[in-house]
């Protein structure tokens, strides 16, 4: 790890809390029917899928999750979006704070699956609640609607290289998912897995040299 330059940060289930089974139940109650498939623990299928690659719009997905409600009930743009965004639970302050910290010895980067709803909405939202915003807390960004590519993916990885001018042989990926740390240390990338309940800066303590910290 003495070679590390480089931190890149997954977003839901390492920075932001989340919990998957509120989505679900809100887009349950406003009549969409395989909510449950749409949303798969770690791999998203259908528009959901789509919204978050890039490859519909947030317009596009409103309307044809409308369609999908079978008893033909009308449901606003504002209600969709409030549903997606039962997803996200927050963001601990201690955790916007931990990576100013480390900013101080680190590039500090994000590499995350989301889509516009969520990220131009309740993500910002929740950077913002120590009085900065999301860009204040990152040297560089890639959202897969952006990059038109979800992890585990390798486009999304290729991308980030190039997007970020990173080196992965320089660069520690943090995430929540086994399967995409294995594509990103297919890549080249150290990795380290944020499991269930687990602090990236506890785990970031235990295995960068302490002259970092």
Do not use: W
């Not at 528009?47 to 317009?59: K, P, Q, R, Y």
Request: with cysteine; aromatic share 8%; proline share 4%.
């Amino acid at each position: 790890m003495n070679t590390i330059r480089n931190l890149l940060f997954d977003l839901g289930g390492v920075i932001m809390n989340i919990k998957r089974e509120r989505c679900v139940e809100a887009l349950t109650r406003l009549g969409v029917t395989d909510a449950d498939h749409m949303l798969g623990l770690y791999v998203q299928s259908g528009d959901f899928m789509h919204l978050e690659d890039g490859s519909i719009t947030a317009d596009e997905f409103r309307n044809s999750l409308r369609r999908s409600i079978k008893d033909g009930r009308m449901v606003s743009d504002q209600e969709i979006d409030n549903a997606l965004n039962a997803f996200l639970t927050g963001i601990p302050v201690n955790r916007l704070k931990a990576l100013e910290k480390l900013r101080k010895n680190y590039k500090i980067y994000l590499l995350s699956n989301t889509n516009p709803i969520m990220y131009y909405s309740e993500i910002a939202r929740q950077f913002e609640q120590d009085g900065k915003e999301i860009n204040d807390y990152f040297d560089g960004q890639v959202v897969s609607f952006i990059a038109r590519s979800n992890k585990p993916g390798r486009k999304i990885f290729e991308y980030a290289i190039e997007h970020l001018g990173i080196n992965p042989c320089e660069t520690l990926f943090l995430d929540d998912s086994q399967r995409n740390l294995d594509a990103a240390a297919e890549m080249g990338f150290a990795t380290a897995l944020v499991p269930p309940g687990g602090e990236f800066e506890d785990i970031l303590q235990r295995i960068l040299p302490p002259a970092k910290q």
